[in-house]
């Protein structure tokens, strides 16, 4: 078992290279189960949830591949199985996007349901609401979902859930339309960039989407698509979570290819808190030397503030002069990081879907435990300015997520090494 070792109090200085978004790239390596040939995608993060989805991929006759640059070559080799297996997606929620592909081009798709996880339950009615929509067949067999349809027939569909939209299932209904006959139009639509990507990799193979960013989607379903070269957006998370480094250590960061028309809603946020965030020439600066201002966030769907930074952020807030709020509106139980955080001294109390952190002018160091993959990303940047050490157990979670942290913080001045514990 892999553990960090953070030592707090280094500022941060320097380039940090932003890599692929990890909810980009899963979709679209899901997506290639649609097309007919070779896929080739740039920019696709070196994680171990992209390694999962290649598992998957595998089991599902999708062959995938790095060449010397690291770009991903992906071919269906084998359509016969459309059985993505409880044991695989256990492992990776992610993996209910190979539920579209499966149902609109092998007419079955039997998946595991995924279960809750760290950050709470993790529905998908959404998902088989939005695929029945289209004509599927649903039947629940033994914790799988079972979808058939002979064909699939464009129809219009409203996704909005008690959450607001939803982000994967947006792209599984996405998905599957474009092999349907005729129109589907998704109302309550989710507007992440991610899937913006995936629609602009389909399209490129062939598909007729248009709306994607916005709250209604319109596509035409074509009768085959064809796979294409297509390079993965910059992870808006983590470059996110790289600016609340800079923030946090009153440091001084440039996030190379970070684009800041994604994440508004977080400069807005660290603006008000009193952190410099301006365009950069090759992406975003983010520079502080002061105290930090008390703010209120409340998460919502994009283009509202992620509930991938929610943790991050709360550890930035610990420091702030004053009292701050932050109101988790879309997993209202993402909050396993607050006895973490108050482990090492901050103030923060929780009240149903509501934290109160209470400014303190200093964190201290301590073992924690990641709990899941943010939450271990907030704990990491807790240490950067903890006084002392700060051992953060169970590395694996932001392996998941993240392009060797560890490496990528020590180059720009943190003093952060993974150890191996017996
Ligand atoms: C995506 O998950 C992301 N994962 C998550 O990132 C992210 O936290 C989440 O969107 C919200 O932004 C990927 O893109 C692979 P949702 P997803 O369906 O699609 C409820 C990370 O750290 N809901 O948008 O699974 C659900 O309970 C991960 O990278 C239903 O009620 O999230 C939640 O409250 C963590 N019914 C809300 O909607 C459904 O059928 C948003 O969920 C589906 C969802």
């Given at each position: 078992?892999?553990?960090?070792?953070?030592?707090?109090?280094?500022?941060?200085?320097?380039?940090?290279?932003?890599?692929?978004?990890?909810?980009?790239?899963?979709?679209?390596?899901?997506?290639?189960?649609?097309?007919e040939g070779?896929?080739?995608?740039?920019?696709?993060?070196?994680?171990?949830?992209?390694?999962?989805?290649?598992?998957?991929?595998?089991?599902?006759?999708?062959?995938?591949?790095?060449?010397d640059?690291?770009?991903?070559?992906l071919?269906?080799?084998?359509?016969?199985?459309?059985?993505?297996?409880?044991?695989?997606?256990?492992?990776?929620?992610?993996?209910?996007?190979?539920?579209?592909?499966?149902l609109?081009?092998?007419?079955?798709?039997?998946?595991?349901?995924?279960?809750?996880?760290?950050?709470?339950?993790?529905?998908?009615?959404?998902?088989?609401?939005?695929?029945?929509?289209l004509?599927?067949?649903?039947?629940?067999?033994?914790?799988?979902v079972?979808?058939?349809?002979?064909?699939?027939?464009?129809?219009?569909?409203?996704?909005?859930?008690?959450?607001?939209?939803?982000?994967?299932?947006t792209?599984?209904?996405?998905?599957?339309?474009?092999?349907?006959?005729?129109?589907?139009?998704?109302?309550?639509?989710?507007?992440?960039?991610?899937?913006?990507?995936?629609?602009?990799?389909?399209?490129?193979?062939?598909?007729?989407?248009?709306?994607?960013?916005?709250?209604?989607?319109?596509i035409?379903?074509?009768?085959?698509?064809?796979?294409?070269?297509?390079?993965v957006?910059?992870?808006?998370?983590?470059?996110?979570t790289?600016?609340?480094?800079?923030?946090?250590?009153?440091?001084?960061?440039?996030?190379?290819?970070?684009r800041?028309?994604?994440?508004?809603?977080?400069?807005?946020?660290?603006?008000?808190?009193g952190?410099?965030?301006?365009?950069?020439?090759?992406?975003?600066?983010?520079?502080?030397?002061?105290?930090?201002?008390?703010?209120?966030?409340?998460?919502?769907?994009?283009?509202?503030?992620?509930?991938?930074?929610?943790?991050?952020?709360?550890?930035?807030?610990?420091?702030?002069?004053?009292n701050?709020?932050?109101?988790?509106k879309?997993?209202?139980?993402?909050?396993?990081?607050?006895?973490?955080?108050?482990?090492?001294?901050?103030?923060?109390?929780?009240?149903?879907?509501?934290v109160?952190?209470?400014?303190?002018?200093?964190?201290?160091?301590?073992?924690?435990?990641?709990?899941?993959?943010?939450?271990?990303?907030?704990?990491?940047?807790?240490?950067?300015?903890?006084?002392?050490?700060?051992?953060?157990?169970?590395?694996?979670?932001?392996?998941?997520g993240?392009?060797?942290?560890?490496?990528?913080?020590?180059?720009?001045?943190?003093?952060?090494?993974?150890?191996?514990?017996?």
């Open positions: 078992m892999q553990h960090f070792e953070v030592i707090g109090g280094n500022r941060l200085k320097g380039e940090i290279n932003i890599s692929g978004a990890k909810n980009a790239a899963l979709p679209i390596m899901a997506a290639t189960i649609l097309v070779e896929t080739v995608l740039h920019n696709v993060p070196d994680l171990a949830d992209v390694r999962q989805m290649q598992t998957l991929l595998a089991r599902l006759g999708v062959k995938s591949r790095r060449d640059e690291g770009a991903m070559h071919t269906v080799e084998d359509e016969m199985n459309a059985h993505a297996e409880y044991e695989l997606v256990s492992k990776m929620r992610a993996s209910v996007c190979v539920m579209g592909p499966l609109a081009k092998r007419k079955r798709a039997q998946v595991a349901m995924p279960g809750g996880c760290a950050i709470g339950d993790r529905p998908i009615g959404l998902h088989i609401q939005g695929l029945r929509a004509g599927a067949d649903f039947e629940l067999v033994n914790g799988d079972l979808l058939r349809a002979k064909r699939l027939t464009g129809s219009d569909i409203f996704l909005g859930g008690p959450f607001g939209s939803s982000v994967t299932a792209a599984n209904v996405m998905m599957a339309a474009t092999l349907a006959v005729g129109r589907t139009v998704i109302t309550s639509a989710a507007c992440e960039p991610e899937l913006v990507d995936l629609a602009e990799y389909l399209n490129a193979c062939g598909a007729c989407i248009s709306g994607y960013g916005t709250p209604e989607i319109v035409e379903g074509v009768l085959s698509l064809r796979g294409t070269e297509h390079r957006i910059p992870d808006r998370i983590e470059a996110g790289f600016l609340i480094a800079g923030a946090i250590t009153n440091g001084d960061l440039e996030l190379i290819g970070a800041i028309e994604h994440m508004r809603a977080v400069v807005d946020r660290l603006r008000c808190v952190v410099i965030v301006e365009r950069g020439e090759k992406g975003i600066a983010v520079s502080s030397s002061r105290r930090l201002e008390p703010v209120m966030i409340t998460t919502q769907p994009y283009p509202g503030f992620p509930t991938d930074l929610q943790a991050q952020a709360m550890a930035l807030l610990c420091l702030a002069d004053g701050s709020v932050i109101t988790e879309i997993y209202p139980d993402r909050f396993l990081h607050v006895g973490e955080l108050n482990r090492m001294g901050a103030h923060l109390r929780k009240e149903g879907p509501t109160i952190i209470e400014g303190i002018k200093r964190l201290v160091g301590a073992p924690v435990m990641a709990s899941d993959l943010r939450a271990s990303a907030g704990l990491i940047l807790a240490g950067l300015i903890a006084k002392g050490t700060t051992l953060v157990h169970r590395a694996y979670h932001i392996d998941r993240y392009e060797r942290i560890e490496e990528k913080l020590a180059r720009v001045g943190a003093n952060i090494r993974r150890v191996d514990a017996p």
